[in-house]
């Protein structure tokens, strides 16, 4: 069903994807094109979601504690909240009510490989990082506060519950569906036309909604309203990054292993902020020099033709 009225036949919205956005990105005018209605319901659903959930945070906790209880703390409250969350918001308002595909918002099976890859490497690397930096220190290699404290099914699961959850709900709604939808929106609106600019205005546009979203999880946490601009500085920087990664890569499963790894690295052993180093040098590599690391781990980045 379609619930677009101000959508016209198929044409080139967004110019030519490549030339814009460099080899290897995403391709948006291959993405279907949804409604201003759809948009704003998930925005709106995405806000009162996100606040009823904090609002509740202690009822929920006590419904879901058996479930965390019998699985030994592998599946948490962020799992299976933020699950409901993608039943409810991806796909009764996103592919249901806005008439996607999944592959329409980045849902496809054959990057699935790709972004475990990068995800998995990227760990690696943050794990051989900190146990380096220990042995430059002088100091002892001892497993992580946190596997020792909780030992490794919490530890796992929260990781788990990232992946399969909060990482999975948010690169989906605020980069897969939001930016590349308000990109198109935003070029047909444009009086020039420009694909570039059409991008900037929703890049910004959708990880400023992305950044609103995160509002109420710093009240929850005690931030004083003065102090509110400094606590959502992050969420913004960090939207960015990954909607530029996912734009960069056409691949949001790399974008979700990144996300996941950036809220919970699941360390081995503790060292410190520096593990954020290797996690910002892949986003790096990733952004600058993409088309040239795909050709060197030989990854064919081409896909076979979809019928719509």
């Known amino acids: 069903m379609s619930h677009d009225p101000d959508t016209v036949p198929e044409r080139d919205t967004m110019g030519n994807d490549r030339a814009v956005f460099g080899r290897g990105a995403l391709e948006i005018d291959a993405l279907r094109e949804t409604s201003w209605a759809t948009i704003g319901a998930v925005v709106i659903a995405g806000v009162m979601a996100v ?63 790709l972004g475990i890859g990068i995800t998995v490497g990227t760990w690696i690397l943050v794990q051989v990082t900190g146990v380096v930096v220990l042995i430059l220190r002088g100091e002892s290699l001892a497993l992580a506060d946190s596997l020792v404290r909780f030992g490794i099914l919490p530890v796992v699961g929260g ?67 003065g102090d509110l601009p400094v606590f959502l500085v992050a969420p913004f920087v960090l939207g960015v990054l990954f909607a530029l990664i996912y734009v960069r890569t056409g691949n949001l499963f790399v974008t979700i292993g990144l996300h996941a790894l950036v809220n919970d690295p699941v360390l081995l052993v503790d060292a410190g902020g520096v593990v954020l180093v290797p996690l910002l040098s892949v986003v790096l590599a990733i952004l600058v020099a993409w088309p040239s690391l795909l050709t060197w781990v030989g990854v064919d980045e081409s896909r076979p033709e979809q019928s719509s």
Do not use: C, M
């Not at 965390?68 to 993608?86: I, S």
């Not at 991008?199 to 931030?223: C, D, K």
């Open 51 to 113: 606040t009823l959930f904090h609002l509740t945070l202690p009822a929920i906790s006590d419904a879901l504690g058996p479930v965390f209880e019998a699985t030994g703390g592998f599946v948490d409250v962020t799992l299976l909240v933020n699950l409901a969350f993608v039943v409810v918001i991806v796909g009764g308002i996103i592919l249901w009510f806005g008439d996607l595909r999944p592959r329409d918002v980045g849902l496809v099976q054959e990057d699935v490989p």
């Open 159 to 225: 990781f788990v519950g990232q992946v399969f959850g909060n990482a999975l709900y948010e690169e989906v709604v605020y980069r897969a569906f939001l930016l590349p939808q308000l990109a198109k929106k935003f070029t047909r609106l444009s009086k020039s036309g420009s694909p570039r600019t059409a991008f900037l205005f929703a890049l910004l546009a959708s990880q400023i909604v992305f950044t609103l979203v995160h509002v109420p999880g710093r009240f929850a946490a005690g931030v004083e309203v």
